[in-house]
């Protein structure tokens, strides 16, 4: 079968590998769509602490069962058999720790995730290995849900878990920056899950500002490139500034500029990590101190938001169909890398060549 394989930071191919084995406590899938990410592209070009070569990679993931180990059903309580449509986690808590004891499976300290120290989804098929099971980590696709969509309900589970920390009111204000697939999902979590108040959209692409704009609508955008973006929070909220501020963006400036357009008693989610040549930003503890500011990290999502994220998509209370721009075949899978990295799309899902109707 054809997978794409890492071997080093700019060594990544596409060959021809042994199709995998079910073992006993496994499960065996046909890949039918795994989608793209940033952290793809930043794993081509730097690899990954915690991804041991060579590794099929790709972590967003939807297919079929194909096999079903002799052991899972009895060991799981599961009725999982051929045939049935899955969604996969890609952040695969321990379930033992400290941290999953309390139920923070999101910050496990023993995390492992697909892709990284399992084979991953850019591939034909793929193992569920017994770690997923484990955890309740492989979920019913709805009848009603592409494989597509399934595929974007990882990226969909890691923004459910910052806005869960964030809590969200009614009428509030909202700041998204960063015009990606994942601020796209943060508008239509923050609208069609918590009824929040205006939501203005920031980057620094007038292209992808527009793209983005046209499918989440909204209710104003604002290029920072051109544009004081704290004095224009600022203006549109007769001066008192947002009451959640996301930053879906690997740029420093952004986390410094959330903490200064950030009203009295606001919420901050510093959702995308900075590059690590680079980690630090200048915070103004005393405007954190005397407006109340609430500055939380968030980074992925436990298999409970995995979930979560297939029922929102199911009943439509968040669509992600619309945000899927671009259909990429397995033997294109570096095209999907390259549009990622330029902006090109909203949402990159790759479909393994072997499995297109």
């Known amino acids: 079968m054809k997978a794409l394989r890492y071997y080093a930071p700019e060594d990544v191919r596409l060959e021809d590998v042994p199709e995998p084995v079910c073992g006993p406590d496994e499960i065996k899938i046909r890949v039918r769509n795994c989608s793209t990410c940033g952290t793809d592209v930043k794993i081509l070009h730097n690899g990954h602490q915690n991804l041991t070569p060579p590794r099929t990679i790709g972590h967003e993931i939807a297919g079929d069962i194909v096999e ?35 139920g923070w499976m999101a910050v496990c300290q023993n995390q492992t995730s697909m892709g990284y120290q399992y084979d991953g ?13 484990k955890v309740d980590g492989l979920n019913r696709i709805p009848d009603n849900v592409g494989y597509d969509e ?18 969200i009111e009614p009428g509030d204000t ?20 918590h009824n929040c108040g205006p939501v203005y959209l920031v980057d620094v692409n007038d292209a992808r500002l527009k793209m983005s704009a046209e499918a989440v609508h909204p209710d104003g955008v604002i290029n920072a490139a051109d544009t004081d973006v704290v004095a224009r929070v600022l203006e549109l909220t007769a001066g008192r500034g947002a009451d959640v ?55 992925g999502s436990a298999p409970e938001h995995n979930k979560r994220a297939l029922h929102y998509i199911s009943t439509g209370q968040v669509p992600v169909k619309d945000l899927i721009t671009r259909h990429i075949a397995l033997d294109e899978v570096l095209d999907a890398f390259r549009i990622v990295q330029n902006g090109e799309a909203i949402k990159v899902t790759v479909e393994p060549s072997a499995v297109l109707v």
Not at 68 to 83: H, K, L, R, S
Not at 121 to 133: S, T
Not at 174 to 193: D, N, Y
Not at 256 to 274: V, Y
């Open 68 to 102: 079903v180990g002799a052991e899972v059903n009895p060991t799981y309580g599961t009725d999982w058999e051929p045939g049935d449509r899955v969604q996969v986690i890609a952040a695969v808590p321990c379930g033992e720790c400290y941290e999953c004891a309390k």
């Open 121 to 133: 989804g850019f591939a034909e098929y793929m193992i569920v290995p017994r770690q997923v099971l």
């Open 245 to 299: 501020v996301i930053t879906a963006t690997a740029a420093n400036i952004t986390q410094e500029q959330a903490i200064a357009m950030a009203a009295r008693n606001g919420r901050i989610s510093f959702f995308g990590g900075l590059p690590k040549t680079n980690p630090t930003i200048t915070c103004d503890s005393n405007v954190v101190h005397y407006r109340q500011l609430h500055i939380h990290g968030a980074n």
């Open 174 to 193: 909202v700041v998204v920056f960063g015009a990606g697939p994942i601020g796209c999902m943060h508008i239509r979590i923050a609208r069609g899950v």
């Open 150 to 167: 399934a595929s974007a309900a990882e990226p969909f589970a890691c923004a459910i878990n910052a806005q869960d920390l964030l809590g």
